[in-house]
């Protein structure tokens, strides 16, 4: 039995796994507010009783890295190691690249723009990286509201309005079709024909029109019958 080259097993699965789906479906549905693609994480991680690495962590911020293989005298690069590959949703790219954008294809989730204002934590976080001269006005840019990119539950479409029973006619009340004169072709326009067609067509449209009414007659004494028999017994 062939062997699997090692530089295949280092590759990463590339689709979303059903565990990671649930999990992110299963937090989305249970918080009571929109959640950032950085709080699902840190949720996912706490799940599963996982450690969540700091974003200032050097093991973080530095993947740890396999030696390359050589197949068929080709150095092969091995993929970068996820902060947490043992676990479903295994970094944040991979729930932001492939879980969601599964979650959204399947209708499970749905992504909205909305305004929000950092905590105090993400501010001081935040102003780490800004010079002592700026960070009092980098301050007061970061308390303002801003564009947020949230995710929840994707909301059921609201259930077509029922028409107001003065504008129903008897037909559509009784299930059948709404038909007119217009639908045998009264009204339009025979100007195109000669004398003898548009005569023609005159007759044939009184005979349809006749037709009409009474197959509709007939169709609506049908389902009055149907209605009667079916309604409970007094």
Request: hydrophobic share 35%.
């Amino acid at each position: 039995m062939a062997t699997i080259p090692s530089f295949r097993k280092n590759l990463w699965p590339r689709h979303c796994l059903p565990s990671a789906r649930e999990l992110v479906r299963s937090i989305v549905a249970s918080s009571t507010t929109p959640l950032s693609t950085k709080d699902i994480y840190n949720l996912a991680l706490k799940q599963t009783a996982i450690q969540i690495v700091s974003d200032k962590s050097p093991e973080h911020n530095v993947p740890k890295k396999e030696h390359p293989t050589i197949v068929r005298g080709i150095t092969r690069q091995p993929s970068t190691r996820p902060p947490h590959p043992e676990h479903p949703v295994r970094s944040l790219q991979y729930l932001k690249r492939v879980v969601l954008p599964d979650l959204v294809t399947s209708k499970g989730v749905e992504k909205f723009c909305t305004k929000r204002t950092l905590s105090q934590a993400d501010i001081d976080h935040r102003l780490q990286t800004v010079t002592k001269a700026a960070r009092k006005e980098q301050a007061v840019l970061l308390a303002a509201p801003r564009n947020t990119w949230l995710w929840r539950m994707t909301t059921p479409a609201p259930p077509p309005k029922p028409l107001p029973a003065s504008t129903l006619s008897k037909s559509e009340l009784l299930g059948l079709p709404r038909l007119t004169a217009a639908d045998v072709g009264v009204g339009e326009d025979w100007g195109h024909l000669n004398k003898r067609r548009r005569r023609a067509r005159k007759e044939k449209v009184e005979r349809d029109l006749k037709w009409m009414w009474t197959l509709q007659a007939a169709k609506r004494e049908a389902a009055r019958e149907a209605l009667r028999l079916s309604a409970p017994a007094p």
